[in-house]
């Protein structure tokens, strides 16, 4: 059994900061990447950052150069996100592709989600 759960959303006002938090547990063998997406009311949920297991980065254009995705050595990925905008208002989600058997191919699991609003 698998389990992601966020942290660190909440209300803030536009131009301030938020940090939130994912972490993954459970019987992991192995994270390959972890990603943040996010859905706004009456939207379809979209990418917003990916961590690929070899380091590297790819984020949407909205976001780019106001958030930051990383991950410390266990299994929590962090997307930091400054210079807030209204339009960031949306409920975020992280996922993670991971092994939990070396004989089977990874699967992809996701979190329950954790809400930000940007509003003065």
């Known amino acids: 059994q698998v389990q992601l759960v966020e942290s660190g959303g909440g209300l803030v006002q536009p131009g301030g900061s938020l940090r939130l938090s994912c972490t993954a547990s459970?019987?992991?063998?192995?994270?390959?990447?972890m990603g943040w997406y996010r859905q706004a009311p009456g939207t379809q949920r979209e990418l917003v950052a990916v961590l690929s297991g070899d380091g590297s980065t790819n984020y949407a254009d909205s976001v780019q150069g106001r958030f930051t995705i990383s991950r410390d050595n266990a299994n929590t990925v962090y997307l930091q996100m400054n210079s807030l905008k209204p339009e960031d208002t949306a409920v975020y989600s992280c996922n993670a592709d991971l092994r939990t058997s070396w004989t089977q191919l990874p699967s992809r699991h996701w979190g329950q989600g954790t809400s930000v609003t940007v509003s003065s």
């Open positions: 459970g019987s992991i063998l192995r994270i390959d990447a």
